[in-house]
């Protein structure tokens, strides 16, 4: 069954510019797909159109139907009652999801007790068990700390669980593991592949990292310059690259992963 249909979307500036051209895409439930393209290429504000989080001043057109939601052109009420229960997001950057001046606790309760109506003990019980759920050790400590007391892997984290609190049926991930270290990554890309297995939940990973996208998925689209040039196995994408771009892409894939080979042989 679809569960992200994607048709011909396009999303511009008041001033006219086209930052998304024509885009389309699906999805199925539990299905997996990577969204690929270098910077610029358009991937974070499909992403944000997919959940009706446009920045101020762009519009989009065409249709994105999420779970039997038509959310372009939807109302506010419409579109919070689809975040966290159809989609939910976790940014590269995770203090984009935090708030500053709250503990992690009470960020992670507000999903909770906001879509699961739990309160008091329960609600206390489901935020260290969702803490506990993205292999946060110390689940107390973390709940009672403030995001500039926790490490970015902490973080991202603490921003993940509060993605999976309402058993979301689609997560999107954007450059999820981006902004940490390598170790960090690998650990953050195992947790994600497992969590979201074990929930049968489906992903858009978008990534301008091959690599890191073969972690989670076996199938990408290609963007650039806020278009689809292609789509498929990413194993045929980096055999046989049908597009120009594709193929730079593999290229730089290739040349990091031997970068990275160098680095485990030393
Ligand atoms: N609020 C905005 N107003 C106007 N233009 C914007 C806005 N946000 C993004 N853009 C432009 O839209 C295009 C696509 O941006 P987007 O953030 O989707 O790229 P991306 O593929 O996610 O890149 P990156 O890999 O760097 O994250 C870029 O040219 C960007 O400059
Ligand atoms: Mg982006």
């Known amino acids: 069954m679809t569960l992200l249909d994607i048709r011909g979307l396009t999303l511009r500036t008041t001033d006219g510019t086209t930052l998304v051209d024509d885009l389309s895409l699906s999805l199925a439930r539990g299905e ?3 969204l690929i393209g270098e910077s610029g290429s358009g991937k ?4 944000l159109a997919i959940l009706g989080l446009l920045p101020e001043g762009i519009t989009a057109t065409g249709s994105i139907e999420l779970a039997g939601t038509q959310i372009v052109g939807a109302r506010e009420k419409h579109l919070t009652r689809v975040r966290g229960r159809d989609a939910a997001v976790v940014f590269q950057e995770p203090l984009t999801a ?6 992690a606790g009470r960020q992670v309760a507000e999903p909770l007790r906001r879509r699961r109506g739990l309160k008091g003990a329960a609600l206390r019980r489901a935020v260290v068990d969702a803490l506990e759920q993205v292999r946060l050790t110390e689940p107390d400590r973390i709940a009672r700390s403030f995001p500039h007391e926790m490490s970015g892997g902490q973080r991202q984290r603490v921003a993940l669980a509060m993605a ?15 902004a940490l270290d390598v170790s960090v990554q690998a650990e953050m890309l195992g ?25 989670i998925t076996d199938r990408a689209l290609v963007m650039r310059s806020g278009r689809a040039v292609e789509e498929g196995a990413l194993l045929d994408l980096v055999r046989s690259p049908g597009h120009a771009y594709t193929q730079a892409l593999v290229g730089s894939a290739r040349r990091l992963e031997s970068a990275l080979n160098l680095g485990e042989a030393r």
């Open 191 to 215: 947790l994600l592949d497992t969590l979201v297995r074990e929930r049968d939940m489906a992903v858009l990973f978008v990534s301008h990292d091959l690599a890191v996208v073969a972690r």
């Open 44 to 47: 974070s504000l499909t992403a």
């Open 98 to 103: 935090l708030d500053p001046l709250m503990r």
């Open 164 to 178: 999976l609190a309402c058993d979301p049926k689609l997560l999107i991930a954007d450059e999820p593991t981006t």
């Open 32 to 34: 997996r797909l990577g």
